[in-house]
Every structure is written in C-alpha cells, then in structure tokens.
Nanobody, 122 residues
C-alpha cells in the first residue's frame, strides 16, 4: 500500500511563495514518477508538473512554467513543489500523485494524496 501525504498549503498574497511537500511511504520511492496536479471547485483535475523517477527530467504546464519548480529527494521520500510569483488563478487544491511513468494525464497515476489547499489573494 502506497500512501502520499501533502503539506505546505495556505493563504498567501499575490506575488508570494509557498513550498508544497508530499511524503510517500509504503513502496520503493525511486520506482515512481511523481506529479503535482490541482483541482478547483467544479473543474477537472489539471496537470501542473511531473518529475521522472531519477529526478533528471521535469515537465511543466504552460501556466506555471518559469514560476514553479518540482524536485524530489529520494532519501527523504519526498517530492516538492516550489511556487513563486503566485497569482489568484493558482488558487486550488493541490494533489501529488505517484505513477510508474511520468504523465500529464491524471488517470495514469496509481496513487494520490488527500490534497492541500492553496489560496492566493489579490
């Protein structure tokens, strides 16, 4: 059984920064690619960023490219999402997911965390 637990969300003013963390337990951490997604009320889950199993390759959605950075620490079994220059439209529940391969498609992910709320005020 794989468990993912996100943390680090909160309320921040536009232009501010937050760092989300997601701790993965239960299986070999390095065997999973990891992704961050977000979902606003009434909307579908949206891809934000993913990182390969080794951490060598990353990929971002156009809406966050240049502002967000995904990284992973295999020793700590944790994936991070550093979010800078936050905008009100970044407000959402952020989820991390684990998959056998990196993907922008939510249904390709086998395991999900419970989500953490990020609210950006204008």
């Amino acid at each position: 059984q794989v468990q993912l637990v996100e943390s680090g969300g909160g309320l921040v003013q536009a232009g501010g920064s937050l760092r989300l963390s997601c701790v993965v337990s239960g299986r070999t951490f390095s065997s999973y690619a990891l992704g961050w997604f977000r979902q606003a009320p009434g909307k579908e889950r949206e891809f934000v960023a993913h990182i390969s199993r080794s951490g060598a390759r990353t990929y971002y959605s156009d809406s966050v490219k240049g502002r967000f950075t995904i990284s992973r620490d295999n020793a700590k079994m944790t994936v991070y999402l550093q979010m800078n220059s936050l905008k009100p439209e970044d407000t959402s529940v952020y989820y991390c997911g684990a998959s056998g391969f990196a993907s922008v498609v939510p249904r390709q992910y086998d395991y999900w965390g419970q989500g953490t709320q990020v609210t950006v005020s204008s």
